[in-house]
């Protein structure tokens, strides 16, 4: 298996990762020597095995649903790239 | 007491309840220290002001019954600490400041602890010599221009150079017990769900463990109690009896039975590795245990198995930086291009590696392949582990296949950087705990580490075990002040 370059613009765009093409490049080599890595799990035959979804066995429990942190919001949006005081801001979505 | 900073946290905390040192007198000899120890570059963000502050008030109103009573603590930036900035060695988080205390540093300063400052660390916990990190590699107080590993490299330079008494650090593929390994101290990774991960950046939320890092084995225990609790806030965080594991702590291991897994002996492994597992035979046998030669067939897939499993979750935790709520923020063109090119200016190369690595290989018609493939290989990796402990009680092995290496050595092959962490990563993804003692030096004269690994819940048999060699290797650490004018 190898990883192209129209791939890794692909995976770039689903990860919201704008890459150039020097980038890219260099990318497509280093995913292919770690997924040729990677390929190494083929030699096993794992038809029968179920997966390991969750490393604690425990069931979730339950807890009502309080809020505990409260009269945050300025400090909230403080952490903010752009805000106007009530808001995040974002670049303008609907023309 | 000139040599305040020589002391471990067990004579620290003995000297502070005798009245022997004030918590001022602790606190300002690790400022001081940590002062003059800016070419480590271990500190993101010191709290130094505050810190003085903080032992002056604890000084003036001391309560003993404390288990760290006025100790002053360095943590790894990767903990959010409620309004002093977090960056989780990124630039993405370069100005993040917490709302919210994580619960394992809420559990220190419960305990009477002092924040030093924020420790260095790989970009988002991602790499094993701190060189990844956006402020800087991280020089090891073994020899200069050495990695201190990673990703905790900045917390085990701070103990290892005694800028911190202990500090706290993160393992989800290796990076307490490898950095611990490479600087010569002890670095334990508890069991998935002894402690809780709220308020810890989130890298890989299936083998994400905080940990304490340690000059010796009863400190280690002790900040393990302390860190170690049930926490609703984490949904995996898992409700069962913990011991008092410093008082708990005896070093009478006779009887007990260790495994030697023969699958850890990979090619191309130094002798010298292989001389140091032998003489941690012996040292087991002389505690008078026995060792048992045992199997972990599926040992090699460990590694494959982890760089789809870690990058899959990655991807997913990172979703969230986008330049809107917190963090960095790049200019775009409209909301798509702002979040790209804050993504792409804002993570590092390494960070950007694993998440197009995990974007991959959860993209449709690829996740049967890999990420299912991934989760049924590790059923059989823990499986391997369950099978060995109904025979022994721990399992002892190397805790890295090679010393530290020279900043820059490993950088520019990815794969070789990942090999570091193929005696680490099994552990993590069977959820068990293990822990780095330092063993010996290799002929450079740099530090090596052997690693005791558990069955889950059981830290307080391998910190014993650990505590009984470590009386038996009585080793020293070389430390030369070599970052100190």
């Keep these: ?95 | 007491m000139s040599d305040i900073t020589k002391q471990s946290l067990t004579e620290l905390v003995e000297n502070i309840k005798n009245k022997k040192l004030s918590s001022r007198d602790v606190t300002k000899a690790f400022i001081d220290r940590s002062e003059k120890s800016e070419k480590l570059n271990a500190y993101i963000t010191n709290d130094f002001t505050s810190a003085l502050d903080k032992a002056k008030k604890f000084d003036q109103k001391p309560n003993f019954d404390l288990k760290l009573p006025g100790i002053p603590i360095a943590v790894k930036d990767l903990f959010c600490t409620k309004n002093i900035k977090t960056t989780a060695g990124s630039k993405i988080l370069n100005n993040f400041v917490p709302t919210y205390e994580s619960t394992v540093t809420e559990n220190i300063w419960n305990e009477g602890a002092i924040l030093l400052g924020k420790l260095n660390c790989d970009e988002f916990a991602m790499g094993s010599s701190n060189e990844t990190s956006f402020f800087g590699n991280v020089q090891s107080p073994i020899d200069r221009n050495l990695v201190p590993g990673g990703s905790s490299g900045g917390s085990a330079s701070a103990v290892a150079g005694q800028l911190s008494p202990v500090t706290i650090g993160t393992d989800t593929g290796g990076s307490i017990r490898q950095p611990a390994s490479f600087t010569g101290i002890v670095g334990l990774k508890p069991t998935y769900g002894s402690c809780s991960r709220y308020g810890i950046v989130a890298f890989a939320s299936s083998l994400d463990q905080a940990g304490p890092i340690a000059q010796n084995v009863k400190d280690c225990a002790l900040l393990h109690e302390v860190i170690s609790s049930y926490d609703p806030k984490d949904s995996t965080s898992i409700d069962f009896k913990r011991n008092h594991y410093s008082k708990e702590l005896i070093n009478n291991i006779k009887g007990k039975k260790i495994g030697i897994p023969k699958e850890y002996r990979v090619d191309g492994m130094p002798n010298e590795i292989e001389d140091l597992w032998q003489k941690g035979i012996q040292y087991i046998k002389d505690c008078g245990a026995v060792t048992i030669d045992i199997s972990l067939p599926n040992t090699s897939y460990a590694l494959p198995t982890y760089y789809i499993v870690a990058p899959a979750e990655a991807s997913s935790n990172l979703a969230r930086y986008d330049g809107v709520k917190y963090g960095f923020r790049a200019k775009g063109e409209n909301l798509i291009d702002m979040y790209e090119k804050t993504r792409s200016e804002g993570f590092g190369a390494e960070v950007q590696r694993r998440i197009m690595i995990g974007t991959y290989v959860l993209s449709s018609g690829y996740y049967d392949a890999y990420y299912l493939k991934a989760q049924k290989v590790r059923k059989l990796i823990k499986n391997d582990f369950d099978e060995a402990y109904k025979k022994v009680d721990a399992i002892l092995t190397p805790s890295t296949p090679s010393s530290a290496f020279k900043i820059g050595e490993k950088t520019n092959d990815p794969i070789s950087m990942y090999l570091n962490d193929i005696f680490t990563v099994p552990a993590n993804l069977a959820g068990l705990p293990g822990i780095s003692i330092p063993a010996g030096h290799d002929t450079k004269g740099y530090p090596l580490g052997l690693q005791i690994i558990g069955k889950a819940f059981d830290e307080q048999n391998i910190l014993n075990i650990a505590y009984a060699m470590e009386e038996k290797i009585n080793f020293k650490n070389r430390i030369t002040d070599w970052w100190i004018k």
Excluded at chain 1, 18 to 43: P, T, Y
């Design chain 1, 1 to 95: 298996m190898s990883i192209d370059l129209k791939t890794i613009k692909h995976i770039s765009k689903l990860a919201r990762i704008s890459v150039d093409e020097q980038r890219a490049e260099k990318l497509a080599g280093d995913l292919n020597s770690i997924f040729e890595f990677i390929e190494k799990l083929n030699e096993l035959k794992t038809d029968n095995v179920e997966p390991l979804t969750s490393i604690a066995e425990t069931t979730l429990k339950l807890r009502s649903d309080e809020v505990k942190s409260k009269n945050i919001r300025e400090q909230i949006i403080k952490n903010s790239p752009q805000d106007n005081e009530d808001y995040f801001v974002v670049p303008k979505v609907i023309e």
